[in-house]
């Protein structure tokens, strides 16, 4: 008798996923590697049937890209990983992510934002096809996913409804609540002590047209921190772009979405 073989899913969750993920990140940053290498990351011995596997859940959620024969950790991924949790654009990402495996599409599609029972979703996986031996592996992983999901979506809807973040310094549009009036003027080179810690602080600005940009860093940095800062002003220099206007078609600026 023939094997039953399971339509195609996840292995792990997003949750699961996004760690992994973090593991190849901190080994090899942006650069394409070999999947053995990339397995190695993860911490399995080389390609075998559960680094695999692991791989293949990463691809699937859009964490990992395939570059010819080698993989590299996709744009998304990157800001999943050094945007702040708190972050708006990180929620989005996070919720494009979940569904991005068709089968957890699918299921949204049939079960909307409510994830049903085990009972529910096992009926319906077995009705397409999925073994009895391995359908529990899916369900898993589909609702550790959406528990993710859902927090994303409850921190963006905090954000789109205008609630401040707990420290009080960020609004939806990421700007300081303080008055401009009343924040410091800072100074090209500047040093100084940051307030969490002994480390000196550098800041340095930079004037165009509409105002001041400033920006501030420790004084002392390893390379794998100068790395880490290269990717976040990728993900900075994305967001910033938002902000440019052109004009409409009756000469007003219109900022772009």
Do not use: C
Request: no cysteine; hydrophobic share 35%; proline share 7%.
């Amino acid at each position: 008798m023939a094997r039953v073989r399971s339509p195609n899913y996840p292995a792990m969750s997003l949750p699961a996923s996004i760690e992994a993920a973090r593991k190849i990140y901190e080994k090899e940053h942006t650069h394409k590697a070999d999947p053995e290498v990339m397995a190695k990351a993860l911490g399995y011995s080389g390609i075998n049937g559960a680094s695999a596997t692991a791989l293949s859940a990463l691809k699937k959620y859009g964490l990992l890209l395939d570059e010819g024969k080698q993989l590299k950790i996709s744009p998304e991924a990157l800001a999943i990983l050094v945007e702040p949790r708190d972050s708006k654009d990180r929620a989005k990402l996070v919720v494009a992510a979940a569904f991005s495996p068709s089968l957890f599409s699918e299921l949204k599609e049939h079960y909307g934002e409510t994830v049903p029972s085990d009972e529910n979703i096992r009926a319906y996986l077995l009705k397409r096809g999925f073994s009895p031996s391995t359908v529990d592996a899916p369900i898993r992983a589909y609702r550790e996913t959406m528990e993710l999901v859902t927090e994303a979506k409850k921190l963006y809807d905090d954000l789109a409804s205008g609630r401040e973040s707990p420290n009080g310094h960020e609004s939806e549009t990421g700007a300081s609540n303080i008055d401009s009036d009343q924040q410091p003027s800072p100074q090209r080179g500047m040093q100084r002590r940051s307030a969490n810690s002994e480390t000196p602080m550098r800041q340095d600005v930079f004037s165009i047209e509409e105002g001041a940009v400033t920006i501030e860093w420790p004084a002392l940095l390893s390379p794998d921190s100068l790395k880490d800062i290269e990717d976040w002003l990728t993900i900075v220099k994305r967001k910033i772009s938002r902000s440019v206007q052109k004009p409409d078609t009756d000469g007003k600026p219109e900022t772009e979405e």
